[in-house]
């Protein structure tokens, strides 16, 4: 019997009657070991480390050891949350490994499974984090405090769990953003900085570790720096600590290179400044085109290693945009990110950004590339939305330049229709944006439009319209200019 169809009718007997605990875990870890075997074998011949599934073994062997044996061995157990305590931990560890056979399915199961070990009364420091970061946060009725306190108490329980380094690492950075989150007035920044210096001093035990699979480390990095990437000083900080071991144990690795890349592009802006150019001083422009230079060899680099990387590529079109070595050199890099992942949102806000007036674009040129946005039957994901990015830019624009009447032109309702359109075809769960559809419908004095989307909203967010009394006055106005409407 192959080992897939076996695995498969694990998961399945399992929706039909439900196993102790330990012993699921313990087949399980028994199936991991089997396909650890086999892809030794699979490797000799093809030179690879991945399972039929495409999931690497060892991340998947790493995850299991370091989640449930952990508990099963060292955890504080009772008869009462052992079995869902356990259910969270192997179904944590399969998603964390990147099955492609598990879908997204797995992560609303796991919200349901983290529910059942906390009214079961687990405390165990994993499933704390997890149900803060799975089902707290998404708790309509919630608030930021309550998703902060959440996170804090993981936090507390993990200072006296016995997890590894890199699960540690996450639930201080969490805490941390959260408690933030909460109070940005930074009444509790000791908190802040506590658990955030505390995440980076886990991550750097948890780059030591000799069986650490490389996914691990590069979600890591990539999640401690975009945390940071508003914080220079800290940002600087941690990277002069992990970089260096990044570089000794993964020289070959590209996200290593990218990493680099992506702190040496944050210093080159840093150097330069927020200033218009004729402020720049000397120094401040050398410090730019230094850090660009570098900046733009590291990506490079990881580009050589790693040309099936969108974001990579995205990232030089933000060194382009420093570099000002033509726009076909952004266009390369633009086109070679969209061929990749022809959702690519973030490329596309690039380019779009790259093309406003106080670069090297201009308004036609913005527009005219968010309508080919809306209009690509190639591109998709929330790509149509850079129409609407674009107007919101030159919005800003003319509202700086004494205009307060942008959105009440014809042209514009007609670009911010079709892009919210074609962006609901292709997403028709993303309920949520239909505060946004309100939002343009009302300042564009679309008061049917206003009206007639307003059932779709669901459960209002009222801090969107800028307060709950905000929003009825909106609502009142609307009616009655409706009313008034020939």
């Known amino acids: 019997m192959e080992l897939n169809l076996l695995s498969n009718r694990l998961m399945k007997a399992r929706t039909t009657f439900r196993l102790h605990a330990s012993f699921l875990a313990v087949v399980l870890i028994i199936l991991v070991s089997c396909k650890k ?10 030179g690879g480390a991945k399972n039929a599934a495409g999931a690497d073994v060892d991340r998947l062997q790493w995850n299991m050891e370091s989640l449930v044996d952990v508990y099963l061995k060292r955890g504080h157990r009772d008869p009462k949350w052992d079995q869902a305590t356990t259910n969270v931990l192997v179904r944590f560890a ?7 056979e598990w879908d997204d399915t797995e992560w609303e199961t796991l919200g349901w499974e983290l529910r059942d070990a906390v009214q079961n009364g687990s405390d165990d420091p994993m499933v704390l984090y997890l149900h803060a970061h799975n089902v707290v946060a998404y708790d309509k009725n919630g608030t930021l405090e309550t998703v902060a306190n959440a996170y804090r108490k993981a936090a507390e329980a993990m200072e006296k769990g016995q997890y590894s380094s890199l699960r540690k690492f996450y639930v201080y950075l969490r805490a941390a953003e959260s408690i933030q989150a909460a109070d940005p007035d930074k009444a509790k920044f000791d908190d802040v900085f506590k658990y955030r210096q505390m995440a980076g001093g886990m991550l750097k035990f948890a780059l030591n570790d000799e069986q650490i699979p490389v996914p691990e480390v590069k979600e890591a990095c990539e999640v401690l720096f975009d945390v940071l990437k508003k914080n220079p000083t800290q940002h600087t900080i941690f990277h002069n600590v992990i970089q260096p071991v990044l570089m000794r144990r993964w020289p070959n690795e590209s996200f290593v290179h990218q990493t680099q890349g992506r702190y040496l592009l944050a210093q080159a802006w840093k150097s330069r400044g927020v200033q218009i150019s004729d402020k720049v001083t000397a120094n401040g422009w050398t410090g730019f085109r230094s850090n660009l230079l570098m900046a733009a060899s590291a990506f490079e680099e990881a580009w050589k290693l790693d040309p099936g990387n969108a974001r990579i590529a995205t990232e030089m ?14 266009e390369l890099w633009f086109n070679r990110a969209m061929a990749l992942d022809t959702n690519c949102f973030e490329a596309c806000e690039k380019k779009l950004y790259f093309l406003e007036p106080k670069w090297y674009g201009s308004p036609e040129e913005m527009l005219s590339f968010g309508r080919e946005c809306v209009a690509s039957e190639e591109w998709g994901g929330d790509v149509p939305r850079i129409l609407m990015r674009a107007h919101d830019s030159l919005a800003a624009y003319a509202l700086y330049n004494g205009q307060t009447n942008y959105w009440k032109s014809p042209s514009v309702w007609r670009d911010i229709k079709s892009s919210l359109d074609k962006f609901f075809t292709l997403n028709p769960k993303a309920v949520g944006w239909h505060h946004n559809y309100v939002w343009y419908a009302y300042h564009c004095e679309q008061w049917d439009e206003f009206n007639n989307r307003l059932p779709l909203l669901g459960p209002i967010n009222y801090s969107y319209f800028g307060g709950k009394e905000t929003f009825e006055l909106m609502l009142s106005n609307a009616r009655e200019r409706e009313s008034k409407t020939p």
Not at 94 to 100: K, P, Q, V
């Open 37 to 46: 075997e086999e892809s030794v074998n699979l490797s000799k011949a093809n």
């Open 94 to 100: 399969r998603i964390r490994s990147g099955h492609r």
């Open 317 to 330: 079109i933000g060194v382009e945009l420093g570099q000002d070595n033509g726009r076909d050199r952004m």
